[in-house]
C-alpha cells in the first residue's frame, strides 16, 4: 500500500483534500445509517481500516479484511495520516447489548493510483466517483457483502443509479451494528 495522495495523482482536477472530504464523507454516510462511530488515529498500525494507493495496481479498487473470532465489537479510530489512512468500528446489537460477531481485526481499502478519479456522477461509468467508491469498500470493510439485485450502493457493479446508501445497504449495516444512536 502507498499513500493516500497517491490515489489521485492521476486525477488533477482531484486535490488530496477533495479526496478526503469525500472519503469522510463516505464516512459520515455509515456513521448516519448506523450505530458506527470512526474516529481518527495517528498511527495507522493501530486502525482497523486504512485507506491508500495499491502497490501493485490492480481493478480499480479493492477491500482486504482480516478477522478475529467472536468478541465484542469496541470503538476503534482511523488515520488520515501520509503513509495510510482511516478505521472504523464502534457496534452493539439492536437491543443496545454489546455486540458479539465476529470482529473484523484490520482492512484495507486500496484504490488504483493509475486510475482516474472524479467527483460526483457525469455519465462516464469507465471513471469512478471517489465517494460511491470509498463508500462501498467501507460498507466492504465493516462486514458488508454484494446484495442480490442492482439498487444499492453496495451492488457487484458500479453504476451511475445511486450515489448514496439505499435502503437495503442500511438494513444490511443496521443488522451488524443496530441503528444509529439518538442524540449524535
Request: proline share 7%; net charge negative.
Amino acid at each position: 500500500m502507498r499513500a493516500f495522495s497517491d490515489i489521485v495523482r492521476n486525477s488533477p482536477k482531484i486535490s488530496e483534500a477533495a479526496a478526503k472530504r469525500e472519503l469522510n464523507e463516505a464516512f459520515a454516510a455509515w456513521e448516519q445509517a448506523a450505530n458506527l462511530i470512526f474516529m481518527e488515529s495517528n498511527d495507522p498500525r493501530s486502525a482497523n481500516i486504512v485507506i491508500g494507493a495499491q502497490d501493485i495496481p490492480e481493478g480499480k479498487a479493492f477491500a482486504n479484511l482480516s478477522y478475529y473470532g467472536p468478541r465484542p465489537i469496541v470503538p476503534v479510530s482511523k488515520s488520515l495520516g501520509s503513509s495510510s489512512l482511516p478505521s472504523a468500528l464502534a457496534g452493539s446489537d439492536a437491543a443496545g447489548g454489546e455486540s458479539t460477531a465476529v470482529r473484523i481485526d484490520q482492512a484495507y481499502i486500496c484504490l488504483n493510483p493509475k486510475e482516474a478519479w472524479k467527483i460526483g456522477f457525469d455519465g462516464n461509468l469507465d471513471v469512478y466517483d471517489l465517494r460511491y467508491t470509498f463508500t462501498h469498500e467501507i460498507g466492504h470493510a465493516i462486514g458488508l457483502d454484494h446484495p442480490f439485485g442492482e439498487s444499492a450502493l453496495m451492488a457487484s457493479r458500479y453504476d451511475e443509479r445511486v450515489r448514496t446508501l439505499q435502503p437495503s445497504d442500511i438494513a444490511a449495516a443496521r443488522r451488524l451494528y443496530g441503528p444509529p444512536l439518538a442524540g449524535r
